[in-house]
């Protein structure tokens, strides 16, 4: 395992770019026959725009759905971040009554302070059908780890993930990457959920316990990978290979792409192998997470 455990990503996201020209300009000279009804024609821009009507239907900003990827919840991920000492006098730990008494008696709470808060309560502050079983402790996301410290020295199987960005495969993917003793996953920062939230929860607590690193560039990293005596197998579908016949008990780095593009052709590029899983049953494909655990089975197999 990396010589670093202990770790959590940090948050990333894009931001609306200003002066978007996208947008619908009412009053535009373009096929225009003259002032826009609305107000007068200044340029394309109306300053005085007629007041929309209000709405009790219409939809509004979820402040749960905003703070999402500053929360962990459900019992097994919450008590993984409490236990990692990164996390060490930071956060807010929330939890029903009978969590609360839990915590205690167990003494799993390792100096964080609990309070206590009602059910109804907890659910209004997570995502609407959170699974919170009575806690969630809301935290700062904390800074990944470097890639060479997940790689030096070359041994065992690194997880790279190209461009998945549904939280609940991932989050299964580091569940079974844990699972089969990977030494950690390595991400694209700008397409890369956050792991918290959902993610953290569908990885039942192995976001906290497995290093992630969050690369610029694949490909770059790929380079970096190889230089350190790395493997790179990519999975693909339609490769004449097999997965059994690719591994070998060299360092290996699986890398596995979204399910829609699969690998992109770059990060392929930089791969020593393409391989497929084989599907005698005659069906068209796995799901990503469990193509990931049939993947990472191979793999510790041949390491032997």
């Known amino acids: ?3 670093n455990p202990e770790r959590n990503d940090r948050k990333s996201g894009k931001k609306p770019a200003f002066g978007d020209k996208s947008t619908a300009r009412p009053g535009g000279r373009a096929g225009s026959k003259g002032p826009s009804q609305d107000g007068p024609d200044r340029g394309g821009w109306n300053p005085n725009p007629k007041a929309k009507a209000f709405s009790d239907s219409a939809p509004r900003p979820s402040r749960a759905k905003a703070d999402a990827d500053n929360f962990v919840w459900g019992r097994h991920p919450v008590l993984a971040a409490l236990a990692n000492p990164a ?15 839990e915590l205690e008696r167990d003494k799993l709470a390792h100096g964080h302070r609990i309070e206590i808060i009602e059910v109804q309560a907890l659910d209004r502050m997570l995502p609407p059908g959170a699974v919170h079983q009575g806690l969630a402790f809301k935290v700062q996301p904390l800074e990944g780890v470097a890639l060479e410290d997940i790689a030096d020295a070359a041994s065992g199987v690194i997880v790279m993930l190209d461009q998945l960005t549904d939280p609940q495969n991932v989050g299964a993917i580091f569940r079974s990457a844990l699972a089969f003793g990977a030494r950690g996953i390595v991400v694209q920062d700008r ?25 610029t560039n694949l490909s770059r990293a790929l380079e970096t990978l190889a230089d350190l005596g790395w493997r790179a197998v990519g999975l693909d579908g339609a490769a004449e290979l097999t997965l059994d016949q690719a591994l070998d008990g060299r360092p290996t780095v699986l890398v596995m792409g979204s399910e829609g593009d699969g690998v992109r052709r770059l990060v392929a590029e930089h791969c020593d192998v393409m391989a497929r899983i084989p599907m005698p049953g005659g069906f068209e494909s796995l799901n990503v997470s469990n193509a990931a655990a049939v993947a990472l089975y191979e793999a510790s197999r041949k390491q032997g």
Request: glycine letters at 10%; a positive charge; aromatic letters at 0%.
């Open 87 to 101: 996390r060490k006098g930071m956060g807010r730990l929330l939890a029903t009554a009978d969590r609360a008494a």
């Open 1 to 3: 395992m990396s010589r």
């Open 191 to 215: 397409h890369s959920p956050a792991l918290a939230g959902a993610l953290a929860k569908a990885s039942a607590g192995a976001t906290e316990r497995l290093p992630c690193a969050r690369v």
